[in-house]
């Protein structure tokens, strides 16, 4: 977690630089989860047999939890939206739903859990983040946001919660499968609670970038990435901080991020209990090259 950290001032600005270049910098609020540098670097494969539930290598699931944003430069870099006098931060919400994920999931497995940062002061760039999950073999990768929409969300009327996913068919398609599962999953779990399920929302890179095979990556960077280390990843949206039913139901107590984020423990238990530990795919970690493209 210190190697993060101190990873961050350069590749920070690598990551902007990247994001004004690449021409999808449209939305502060959104930007994270579009953007980032292009790839992590290819990995070369080596198929290894793959494990069965609770046995093999090691053994004990790992679930890495990515809490998003985080602030930069001073400032909370994930959506706000000032209600009633209150203004509610994404930074703050996703690091609440995070620690409760990890609590439930300690208390009711033996899962080893992660989380990519342990605070909403500071962030780390998506890369690392993903760069992270892989390097303790992550069986899943789930990064926890919470969603707005340019202008009002209750006027517009935008809420419930939302997956960005891999697309299947093409590069690493078992993966891309698995995660889309996963992801389900946890949606069906938020749903019990009461919010509309958006579903999957898959996106094409809007730049023409490609995987290996030279099939269409992904627009989204943490599925991008995932994809590119062959690990189990996803963004998970909860629910709309500028919708006020969202908001005010779901999204502003205490109460509300521990039922978030126990939802989404429930449903990462209930996937990996049925789909077992990841396919391994042994890689030359030779690290992403941010501002690579
Ligand atoms: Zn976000």
């Given at each position: 977690m210190i190697q993060l950290k101190n990873l961050l001032g350069a590749f920070g600005r690598t990551l902007l630089l990247a994001a004004l270049l690449s021409g999808s910098f449209v939305f502060a609020a959104q930007a994270e989860e579009e953007v980032g540098p292009a790839f992590a670097p290819p990995v070369t494969k080596t198929v290894v047999p793959e494990i069965g539930p609770g046995m093999g290598l090691g053994g004990r699931m790992v679930v890495v939890l990515d809490p998003g944003h985080g602030k930069t430069e001073g400032h909370y870099s994930g959506c706000r939206f000032e209600y009633e006098g209150v203004t509610y931060y994404e930074d703050l919400i996703t690091m609440k739903i995070a620690g409760y994920t990890k609590a439930y999931l300690e208390q009711h497995t033996d899962y080893r859990v992660y989380l990519t940062k342990d605070s909403a002061e500071v962030t780390v760039p998506l890369d690392q983040r993903a760069a992270f999950a892989a390097s303790v073999q992550a069986d899943l990768f789930v990064s926890q946001h919470v969603d707005s929409i340019p202008g009002n969300g209750t006027e517009r009327n935008a809420y419930g919660v939302s997956s960005m996913s891999p697309a299947v068919g093409r590069y690493n398609n078992e993966i891309a499968c698995q995660s889309q599962e996963a992801a389900n999953t946890i949606l069906r779990q938020l749903n019990a609670l009461g919010l509309h399920n958006r579903g999957l929302l898959l996106k094409d890179s809007q730049n023409g970038t490609l995987y290996?095979?030279?099939?269409?990556?992904?627009?989204?960077?943490?599925?991008?990435?995932?994809?590119?280390?062959?690990?189990?990843?996803?963004?998970?949206?909860?629910?709309?901080?500028?919708?006020?039913?969202?908001?005010?139901?779901?999204?502003?107590?205490?109460?509300?991020?521990?039922?978030?984020?126990?939802?989404?423990?429930?449903?990462?238990?209930?996937?990996?209990?049925?789909?077992?530990?990841?396919?391994?795919?042994?890689?030359?970690?030779?690290?992403?090259?941010?501002?690579?493209?």
């Open positions: 290996p095979d030279g099939s269409t990556a992904d627009y989204y960077a943490i599925p991008r990435y995932s994809q590119m280390y062959g690990i189990r990843g996803f963004i998970i949206e909860h629910g709309y901080l500028n919708h006020t039913s969202d908001l005010t139901s779901f999204l502003s107590t205490e109460e509300h991020y521990r039922a978030l984020g126990e939802a989404d423990a429930k449903g990462i238990i209930e996937y990996l209990e049925k789909a077992g530990k990841a396919p391994r795919l042994i890689t030359e970690q030779t690290g992403p090259k941010p501002g690579m493209s």
